[in-house]
T-cell receptor
Framework: GENVEQHPSTLSVQEGDSAVIKCTYSDSASNYFPWYKQELGKGPQLIIDIRSNVGEKKDQRIAVTLNKTAKHFSLHITETQPEDSAVYFC???????????????FGTGTLLAVQP | EADIYQTPRYLVIGTGKKITLECSQT?????MYWYQQDPGMELHLIHY???????EKGDLSSESTVSRIRTEHFPLTLESARPSHTSQYLC?????????FGSGTRLTVV
């Protein structure tokens, strides 16, 4: 089955700097890679996702890159702000359309602290 | 805007009590999930359902049980709570892609 590893487990950056969180997956059949942000006292919220037919996707200050050959994907946050401080989770799954149902496999989480 | 609701948000109960954590979603999703999240951050899948009358155990063994009588409702029950059940419980739903999570229930058993 799928296994997702996430690094680092904690990350501290200065406000305005960039932050990068990396994940690797084991199942080459996986084709859907979402990222979630969990703020204190809340449930994880989807912030960006990427499918295996593209190598990069951007949404304002966040971007995700995917390297299918190496089986890794990364979250990039530029110009970090204190409100970016949260726990971030990566995940992977094989998304079948009309076929079998597969569950998302989550990474272990990264606690990002943005220092003002 | 939350389309998946968990109640209560916080619960402190005594050992041996029976409790039910509620989870409801208004999106018509067939798939629903329960996760246990400890202070170490990791999300542990304890139950899931792919539709009405379908329930399965997750990757982490749990003494809790679930039911899925209606599409929108996926309650989790602990017959006899113990201090080891103290944790954050997160409910989620999906329709094939990413998950939508509720805000969670913080359970403390004293």
């Amino acid at each position: 089955g799928e296994n997702v590893e996430q690094h680092p487990s904690t990350l501290s950056v200065q406000e305005g700097d960039s932050a990068v969180i990396k994940c690797t997956y084991s199942d080459s059949a996986s084709n859907y890679f979402p990222w979630y942000k969990q703020e204190l006292g809340k449930g994880p919220q989807l912030i960006i996702d990427i499918r295996s037919n593209v190598g990069e996707k951007k949404d304002q200050r966040i971007a995700v890159t995917l390297n299918k050959t190496a089986k890794h994907f990364s979250l990039h946050i530029t110009e970090t702000q204190p409100e970016d401080s949260a726990v971030y989770f990566c995940a992977a799954k094989l998304m079948n359309y009309g076929g079998a149902t597969n569950k998302l496999i989550f990474g272990t989480g990264t606690l990002l602290a943005v220092q003002p | 805007e939350a389309d998946i609701y968990q109640t209560p948000r916080y619960l402190v109960i005594g050992t041996g009590k029976k409790i039910t954590l509620e989870c409801s979603q208004t999106m018509g999703h067939d798939k629903m999930y329960w996760y246990q999240q400890d202070p170490g951050m990791e999300l542990h899948l304890i139950h899931y359902s792919y539709g009405v009358n379908s329930t399965e155990k997750g990757d982490l063994s749990s003494e809790s049980t679930v039911s899925r009588i209606r599409t929108e409702h996926f309650p989790l029950t602990l017959e006899s709570a113990r201090p080891s059940h103290t944790s954050q419980y997160l409910c989620a739903s999906s329709e094939g892609g990413g998950y939508t999570f509720g805000s969670g229930t913080r359970l403390t058993v004293v």
